[in-house]
């Protein structure tokens, strides 16, 4: 499957390692986290603002449109929902998330910045 045309909140939860695809007995709290961490992009310049999901239909090309680097945008989202929904217990595992997330966000609103519009 594309990237860009699987379900946001399946693959987070693919990510997430212990939540099967098929639970939904946490969807609600992880889609909360989830729709957290699109508000963080779509406030650094990646994809559309005020976009929410609902539930598994909505895919990444509905936030990120065409163009887009997927693989980070769904790294960071990744990341923003485990340290959220399921923290490390060790804290230099909470620093490694937040840094790379950091990292990742530095990285796609400089790509944003410099893109020709």
């Known amino acids: 499957m594309n990237p860009e045309q699987e379900s946001i909140l399946i693959s987070?939860?693919?990510?997430?390692?212990?939540?099967l695809e098929y639970d939904t007995v946490?969807?609600?709290?992880i889609i909360d986290h989830i729709n957290a961490a699109l508000f963080v992009?779509?406030?650094?310049g990646v994809g559309t603002p005020g976009?929410?999901?609902?539930g598994p239909d909505e895919v990444w090309s509905?936030?990120?449109?065409?163009g887009t680097d997927?693989?980070?945008?769904?790294?960071?989202?990744?990341?923003?929902?485990?340290?959220?929904?399921?923290?490390p217990t060790s804290s230099a595992h909470q620093t490694a998330l937040k840094d790379r997330s950091?990292?990742?966000?530095?990285?796609?609103?400089?790509?944003?910045e410099n893109e020709e519009r």
């Open 102 to 112: 950091t990292e990742l966000q530095w990285r796609m609103n400089f790509r944003y």
């Open 51 to 54: 976009f929410r999901i609902e």
């Open 41 to 44: 992009l779509s406030q650094i």
């Open 12 to 19: 987070i939860k693919k990510m997430l390692g212990g939540v």
């Open 70 to 87: 997927y693989e980070a945008a769904k790294t960071d989202v990744y990341l923003q929902v485990k340290q959220s929904f399921d923290p």
């Open 62 to 66: 509905d936030f990120l449109g065409d």
């Open 26 to 29: 946490f969807d609600a709290d």
